[in-house]
């Protein structure tokens, strides 16, 4: 059996779509929804399906840690609220580690939604990263739980917690990366910022993290960054700043 684990932070828009896809995959999976205090109903959405909720912890990494303890499958999903998930996709995960039990683990090819040149360079680079070995909690990570326990889980960080557990599990042994069906996921996380401060971000967290410097400080300047960008976007949709 698969457990989903999706954790999630006021994804109220998102949440019932992607448990719509996932529970219409059959009965087989646990789906388990990590809600980190959300004000948004996004615990009222996760109450109209068939999942487990867990309420009150905080932080992606932590979500992600909580929800594989809870979990009961073989086999761990890590799941994006703002993810299209594939139909078949449950499927594909399953068949995979039957015919390569060599297999830990892996991930999906990923999509980026949009239509901008920037997405699609997004889409072509996260296919060359893959091809080095390098993926991100945004493509779906799949592992087996009894090496999800030997390299010793996600680890609660403040940021990177994805980058980390990927890289742990690429010394495990052989993962997977699933081609078809593909994954859509979000570049709502791009919004209102260039691509030359976005890959230079990119290039500084990482930076940043090799050198040693604390997650909790990692995700300080990574949230405001964040933050500003969402402010100048509102500010450009603004009608009172366009009418002057």
Not at 164 to 170: C, K, P, V, W
Not at 196 to 220: D, F, M, Q, T
């Amino acid at each position: 059996m698969i457990s989903v684990i999706i954790p999630t932070l006021n994804e109220a828009g998102n949440l019932g779509r992607l448990l719509a896809v996932l529970v219409a995959q059959g009965p087989a999976a646990e789906i388990i929804v990590v809600d980190g205090s959300s004000q948004d109903g996004t615990q009222a959405v996760a109450a109209t399906f068939p999942v487990t909720l867990l309420t009150g912890t905080k932080g992606r990494g932590q979500q992600l840690r909580a929800g594989a303890e809870a979990a009961s499958g073989d086999v761990l999903l890590f799941l994006h609220a703002d993810s299209r998930f594939p139909a078949g996709g449950l499927a594909s995960i399953e068949a995979a580690l039957r015919t390569s039990p060599e297999v830990v683990g892996g991930n999906f090819r990923v999509i980026f939604d949009g239509d901008s040149d920037f997405s699609r360079w997004l889409t072509g680079f996260y296919a060359w990263f893959r091809g080095h070995g390098l993926y991100y909690g945004d493509s779906a990570v799949f592992v087996r739980r009894d090496v999800y326990r030997e390299i010793g889980g996600i680890r609660p960080m403040a940021l990177m917690e994805d980058y980390d557990f990927t890289r742990r599990l690429e010394r495990a042994g052989p993962t997977y990366c699933l081609d078809e069906p593909a994954l859509v996921t979000s570049s709502r996380r791009f919004e209102g910022r260039r691509p030359a401060s976005i890959v230079w971000g990119w290039i500084k967290i990482h930076a940043l993290y090799y050198l040693g410097v604390p997650p909790n400080i990692l995700a300080r300047i990574y949230n405001s960054e964040r933050r500003a960008a969402a402010a100048s976007l509102r500010q450009r949709r603004s009608p009172l700043l366009k009418g002057g």
